[in-house]
């Protein structure tokens, strides 16, 4: 039986992948494992029998067999740890993966939630900085920086990312990516077969 992911019936973003369940659906499609959509509405998250999925009523949540988690970040984490693709074999690497991971959820987005342009600016300065001329934060592609990606993709339009080009670059670079691309045009409750 394959994973079920819960997503917005009707996403408030008009499908353009800028909440948080993107990134599961991405990690999923990364590793190749065919998947389930739960389509709920904002009231149908409120129901009781969701809240004993997810106790804050958010989206997403996974199911896998007698597995339920929620929080975006867990989810791609056991994803990750599940299947090869998302981190590397070699030790140290995979720890560097994990700690990009958290980056992305403990130290990039609170920063661009805060709504302080200057912290917000000030955090994607040190990415970029860190990025360097790399393709990706640490090596191959990894879920430390579909993390990142994620975090970094509502900034759009604001004009802090345009403004820089390292950072644009490498967001558009995962965008690119072929399972991202398949993330983002899942919308029907189906089973999706990469």
Request: glycine share 6%; aromatic share 8%; hydrophobic share 40%.
């Amino acid at each position: 039986m394959s994973p079920i992911v819960s997503i917005f019936k009707n996403p408030p973003d008009g499908g353009r992948g800028f909440h948080r369940d993107i990134r599961v659906r991405w990690a999923l499609e990364e590793v190749g494992q065919p998947y389930q959509l739960r389509l709920l509405t904002f009231s149908e998250m409120r129901h009781l029998e969701y809240r004993q999925l997810h106790p804050f009523g958010q989206m997403p949540t996974y199911e896998d067999g007698d597995l339920a988690l929620f929080e975006s970040g867990a989810i791609v984490h056991h994803i990750a740890q599940q299947y090869p693709g998302l981190l590397p074999t070699d030790r140290n690497s995979r720890s560097r993966a994990v700690m990009w991971m958290f980056a992305a959820l403990d130290t990039v987005e609170p920063a661009i939630s805060s709504g302080s342009v200057s912290h917000v600016q000030q955090r994607i300065h040190q990415l970029s900085t860190a990025l360097g001329d790399n393709e990706w934060l640490d090596g191959d592609f990894s879920a430390g920086d579909l993390l990142m990606v994620t975090v970094l993709r509502v900034l759009r339009g604001a004009n802090l990312l345009e403004a820089n080009s390292m950072l644009n670059s490498y967001v558009e670079r995962a965008e690119k990516r072929p399972a991202f691309q398949r993330a983002l045009r899942t919308s029907s409750n189906h089973v999706r077969s990469p």
